[in-house]
């Protein structure tokens, strides 16, 4: 998390390839079919309106908010604070959220999905992925790319609520979090 100087991940020029790319995959995996596309808010807010608006397959969007509360290690620790509203049962569902780290959230949203609501099939998206660092048994259907295990802000991504309008992403400086630490003290 340290670093001093920002260094730039993902470009908006690498941004823009990766979200038309997954967005054509969808389309010809989804040709036929509807799709419900599920966003997991905030941190997936900018990727998922960009790859949202490139479908072309008939599609519905709703949102969810989850939260991981005490120990994020363990497995179980995730709340829902805003569940979905249209109704999935039986229809194809896409779940997008920003990132996959240990894989707890999408694990445990894909079987909260599943059990509630029995949709005909759940796959999940992410921008970026940092294998690394998983600890559950889950692989994301389509990803935008792999990142090494360091923190990252940008596109969504953000580090005590801040820095998710910058249009690129790149990792934390010593700067960045001071900045933050600033703020939410003062
Ligand atoms: P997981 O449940 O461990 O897979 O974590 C996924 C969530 O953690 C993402 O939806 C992000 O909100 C957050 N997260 C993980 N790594 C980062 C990061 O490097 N920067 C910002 N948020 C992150
Ligand atoms: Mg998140």
Do not use: W
């Amino acid at each position: 998390m340290e670093g001093k100087t920002k260094e730039i991940l993902v470009d908006e020029k690498q941004i823009d390839d990766i979200t038309r790319n997954i967005a054509e995959q969808i389309n010809t995996d989804y040709k036929g079919k509807n799709l419900t596309v599920i966003v997991l808010l905030k941190g997936s807010f900018i990727f998922a309106a960009d790859i949202f608006r490139r479908l072309t397959v008939p599609c519905k969007i709703d949102f969810m908010i989850a939260s991981s509360y005490g120990d994020k290690t363990f497995s179980n620790g995730l709340k829902i604070k805003k569940d979905i509203e249209l109704d999935i049962t039986d229809k194809d569902v896409l779940i997008i959220d920003d990132i996959m780290d240990s894989g707890v959230t999408l694990n445990h949203i894909k079987s909260y999905l599943v059990h509630k609501y029995r949709p005909s099939s759940v796959k999940t998206c992410v921008l970026l992925d940092k294998p690394e660092r998983r600890t559950e048994n889950i692989t994301p259907d389509y990803v935008g790319t792999t990142v090494a295990d360091k923190f990252i802000v940008g596109y969504g991504l953000d580090f005590g609520e801040y820095y998710r309008n910058s249009p690129c992403i790149t990792t934390l400086t010593s700067e960045q979090q001071a900045e933050v630490n600033g703020k939410i003290s003062s």
